[in-house]
């Protein structure tokens, strides 16, 4: 299958090479008015003047802030024309003041001084490069862990964390021979959920859990194979799974839900504490996350949030994981002047699931700039929960954070047939210099 359009393969070369003239600078212009309805006919002008065009994006005039798709603009409707070209100055006022002339509002963007650059991955393969896993709670290394003293559950565990290790891009996910103790736990986690879910949860996961029901064989006798699961996940909403072996960095966690593709653990927790665990498990992912993953609203802001994190700085992951954390882990939201639950770590534990319904811990507003700096506790119950007025108001409290808190140089947008991202200088955010009359 080609990963990339046409259009990427004739635009790398030419940004590579956008420097190479002695006589010519690189210039990024922003065109816009109310009579901007025909890009292509500026872009044709500023080439008949000997301006070199390296590329054009047009979009809706002013809209939004982070893009998961084209959009097709309207030729009726006002477009703000971004234009990266090449030219010596003269020539470049030269063929300006013939656009301005028609009165057009032009800005040359400078953009913000760099700092450390981060990489990130570009298309969805690289995606195997971000296994930067966490060992706070590895059974391994941590002695609080309930499978510590456990040899035999820490070497399989250790087997099926080989699995996901091993996993490459566009392989099949290898199924996994669940044991009689695995079963076990998993028909204890999954049964003390059924009616805790059906009182608490939100009707999204409701209706998410009654689709892997009916067609991923969610039951409390049987543990769903990941690859049938991601497939039909596909069908829903465009995401997919890919194990992982074990609790991944936030950088690289998030920034998979770029691509849409959720990480997710196979292996199961310990026996001895099957209505807890101080990490991520199977459990915890296809119980907890993948039904709210099923809804192509709670999809998508996962992916905003993915796409918000690449090349974001480390204050600003950390900014963002805590936003993750307090959201999508344990969300909040109201439902009919109800409190309900979204949240995949209240869904996925009967005994924090009470306890954040009941009058114990706090209940804030959701306001995304004091959810981004809470402290948070991740091996106890939580004393503070934010709730969102319903989900939509937390997806637009996120969007809202993004726009005015997280730091960047440049735009991101998702090529949903390429499976990649595409960057451009972010327009809205850049310090803009009106060109000279």
């Not at 079963?183 to 608490?200: A, C, G, I, P």
């Not at 699961?229 to 992982?244: C, K, N, Y």
């Not at 459990?283 to 099923?294: A, N, R, S, T």
């Not at 929960?385 to 730091?407: D, G, P, S």
């Amino acid at each position: 299958m080609r990963r990339r359009s046409l259009i990427d393969d004739a635009r790398d070369p030419i940004i590579k090479n956008e420097a190479n003239s002695s006589n010519k600078s690189v210039h990024d212009i922003l065109i816009s008015g109310s009579s901007v309805t025909s890009p292509a006919t500026l872009v044709d002008s500023l080439k008949a003047d000997n301006v070199d065009v390296l590329l054009w994006e047009s979009r809706q005039a002013k809209k939004g802030f982070l893009s998961v798709s084209d959009e097709n603009v309207s030729p009726q409707h006002s477009v703000d024309l971004y234009i990266r070209c090449r030219s010596d100055r003269d020539n470049l006022e030269s063929a300006l003041s013939k656009i301005r002339f028609k009165n057009y509002d032009i800005e040359e963007i400078s953009s913000p001084a760099s700092g450390k650059k981060v990489w990130f991955p570009r298309h969805i393969s690289d995606l195997d490069k971000c296994q930067s896993l966490q060992f706070n709670f590895d059974p391994n290394k941590d002695a609080s862990h309930p499978g510590y003293s456990d040899e035999s559950y820490r070497r399989r565990r250790t087997e099926i964390c080989k699995l996901a290790l091993a996993y490459r891009h566009g392989q099949k996910i290898e199924e996994v021979k669940y044991t009689e103790s695995e079963l076990k736990t998993w028909k204890t986690v999954y049964t003390s959920l059924k009616k805790d879910q059906e009182k608490f949860a939100c009707a999204k996961f409701l209706k998410g859990m009654e689709l892997l029901q009916n067609q991923c064989g969610y039951s409390q006798s049987e543990i769903p194979q990941m690859q049938k699961v991601s497939e039909f996940l596909f069908e829903q909403t465009g995401f997919q799974l890919r194990p992982i072996g074990g609790l991944l960095s936030a950088r690289d966690f998030l920034a998979s839900l770029a691509f849409k593709v959720f990480q997710c653990t196979q292996y199961v927790r310990h026996e001895s504490s099957p209505l807890h665990t101080p990490e991520p498990d199977c459990c915890h992912e296809l119980i907890g996350h993948v039904p709210m993953l099923c809804d192509p609203d709670f999809a998508k802001f996962s992916q905003e949030v993915g796409l918000a994190s690449l090349g974001a700085s480390d204050d600003d992951i950390e900014k963002l994981s805590t936003l993750y954390w307090f959201t999508v882990e344990f969300g909040l939201c109201k439902e009919n002047g109800n409190l309900k639950a979204y949240g995949a770590g209240l869904l996925s534990a009967s005994g924090e699931l009470k306890h954040a319904m009941s009058d114990i811990p706090e209940h804030l507003p959701l306001v995304a700039e004091q959810v981004a700096v809470q402290t948070y506790q991740d091996s106890d119950y939580q004393p503070v929960y934010f709730v969102a007025e319903n989900f939509e108001n937390a997806l637009l409290q996120f969007r809202k954070f993004y726009k005015e808190h997280i730091q960047r140089s440049f735009h991101v947008r998702y090529d949903e047939h390429g499976q990649r991202v595409v960057t451009t200088p972010e327009l809205w955010r850049f310090k803009a210099k009106k060109t000279s009359n």
